[in-house]
C-alpha cells in the first residue's frame, strides 16, 4: 500500500485526482506481467522474443512523462 500510496504521490488513496495514474500504474505491471509470461513462453518453445510477443499492449512509443 505504501508503494502505490508513493507512486501516486498521495497519502489518500485512489481519488478522482489521480485515478488515471493509478490506472497507469496498473498496465505499466500488467506490460511487465505479460511480456514476463511471453519470455518464458519463448524461451521454453525456443523461439524469438519478437515473433512470440510483437503487439503487447503499451508496447510502443511512450507518453510525455
Known sequence: R???ESL???HEGVT???MLRYLGII???TNELLMAQAAIYAKEQNI???ERAPNLIGDGPSGPA
Request: no cysteine; hydrophobic share 20%.
Open 16 to 18: 478522482e485526482e489521480n
Open 2 to 4: 505504501r508503494q502505490i
Open 48 to 50: 524469438p522474443l519478437r
Open 8 to 10: 501516486l504521490q498521495s
Open 27 to 29: 498496465e505499466e505491471r
